[in-house]
């Protein structure tokens, strides 16, 4: 833990100044911070722990994706269709990602093809107006 930290867990010129206003603000804040003092390292320490399991338990979760709290149904027809079905949607999901990734690359093709005709459009136009030595405003230039 930071020990130049401003607000920490420890008897403070800062945190007893926080509490007494506490107090005098309203008396839940005041014993709020009094407990921050006193069991705060404890609440930090509880924290740390309990974010750990819940990591621990989302990192099983995910790695037993498919399976449940039991793999087999004890019907071995069921579990081979069961199975067959998961490989088939599996199969799926791969060709729908394929398939989305061709559109994505089509429509980013697409899009640049149409950049570049309008840029082409903006050189062509811009070539066929000369600028001229004169100081003649360009059609449409109102002054203002």
Known sequence: MNQ???LRPDWT???VALMVLGFVVFWPLGLAMLAYIMFGEKF???KREANR???DAYAWCRSNRY???VNSTG???FDDWRKAELDRLDEERRRLDEMRADFDTYVRELRRAKDQDEFDRFMR???QVKP???TTPPAGYSGN
């Open 4 to 6: 130049s930290a401003l």
């Open 13 to 15: 010129p800062a945190t």
């Open 44 to 46: 930090q320490n509880f």
């Open 53 to 55: 399991k819940a990591d």
């Open 67 to 69: 399976a449940g709290p």
């Open 75 to 77: 019907n071995v027809a």
């Open 125 to 127: 136009d811009r070539q």
């Open 132 to 134: 001229s030595s004169d």
